[in-house]
């Protein structure tokens, strides 16, 4: 790759990482590009992430263990070949991603983000507001955007939801 904006041919994708899910990364991945090969790795089953793989636009899941075999899957995927019929290529994930609306984790702002992740941890939105320098009533206009992009009823169903997408 010669520039700073250059796509890798594959990413492999911890499916297990703090702060957010690898199937959330792959799904944001995929929603903004369809080139790219997705390849999950796994300490765990990875029977156990085949279905919420293909719908996050993946093209395979292989096991951490399995790591001697890695540049063996990593040299099939990048000539096109697909580890398993059941996964979609790059382009046909992508395609039905776009047309399924955006992901997730694509759904808020970086500040939204921020704020998210505090009110989980437990900040009250005066906390919030300190430390993010800026006022409360600003914490909780971003807050009723999140519950609105969310469709959720609330900030604790919005901070459950986030919890449990993000993986923590």
Not at 50 to 73: F, H, L, N, P, T
Not at 93 to 107: D, E, N, Q, S, T
Request: aromatic share 6%; net charge negative.
């Amino acid at each position: 790759m010669s520039s700073i904006d250059a796509v890798p041919d594959i990413l492999l994708v911890d499916m297990s990482m703090r702060g957010m899910s690898g199937i959330d990364l792959c799904e944001a991945v995929r929603y903004e590009n369809g080139e790219v090969i997705l390849l999950g790795i796994t300490s765990y089953d990875p029977a156990s992430y085949k279905e919420e793989g293909i719908r996050a636009g993946m093209q395979g899941i292989v096991a951490k263990e399995c790591i001697a075999e890695m540049s063996d899957y990593v040299r099939l995927l990048s000539s096109k070949f697909v580890l398993d019929d059941v996964f979609e290529s790059p382009v046909d994930a992508h395609r039905r991603m776009v047309h399924g609306g955006k992901p997730f984790i694509l759904l808020l702002s970086e500040r939204e983000r921020e704020i998210m992740e505090m009110s989980v941890r437990g900040y009250s939105a005066e906390q919030v507001a300190g430390a993010l320098n800026i006022s409360e009533s600003a914490v909780k206009t971003y807050v009723a955007r999140i519950v609105s992009k969310f469709g959720v009823a609330n900030k604790r169903e919005a901070i459950a939801l986030w919890a449990r997408k993000v993986g923590i």
